[in-house]
């Protein structure tokens, strides 16, 4: 997993979080974005995800982890993978030349 410095700063009217130092003399908070590896997750021992913004010192809460199996697709009762379900499409298809 990867840690980056995320800088949270007031703009206006609103607010700012970004990897890039706020202007000179701006006032700011860090926090800490943490990354999984590829393929992998990152959990804090309740919540599993990819990526995921911190206070600094949450930062040791999370590990790396394995991403559970993407769920199976619900298809409804009576209908096989890859059917409409009778349901026309919303416009005509364009015609081949």
Same mark, same amino acid.
């Given at each position: 997993?990867?840690?980056?410095?995320?800088?949270?700063? !007031? !703009?206006?009217? %609103?607010?700012?979080?970004? @990897? !890039?130092?706020? &202007?000179?003399?701006? /006032?700011?908070?860090?926090?800490?974005?943490?990354?999984?590896?590829?393929?992998?997750?990152?959990?804090?021992?309740?919540?599993?995800?990819?990526?995921?913004?911190?206070?600094?010192?949450?930062?040791?809460?999370?590990?790396?982890?394995?991403? =559970? @199996? /993407? &769920?199976?697709? /619900?298809?409804?009762?009576?209908? %096989? /993978?890859?059917?409409?379900?009778?349901?026309?499409?919303?416009?005509?298809?364009? =015609?081949? =030349?």
């Amino acid at each position: 997993m990867t840690v980056t410095t995320l800088y949270k700063y !007031k !703009k206006k009217r %609103s607010t700012i979080t970004s @990897p !890039k130092m706020p &202007p000179e003399g701006v /006032e700011y908070t860090t926090l800490s974005r943490i990354i999984a590896d590829d393929g992998m997750g990152v959990t804090d021992g309740e919540a599993i995800t990819t990526c995921v913004d911190v206070e600094n010192d949450q930062v040791s809460n999370w590990t790396d982890c394995e991403l =559970p @199996p /993407e &769920p199976e697709p /619900e298809v409804p009762e009576g209908e %096989s /993978e890859g059917e409409e379900g009778g349901m026309e499409p919303p416009f005509d298809p364009i =015609p081949e =030349p």
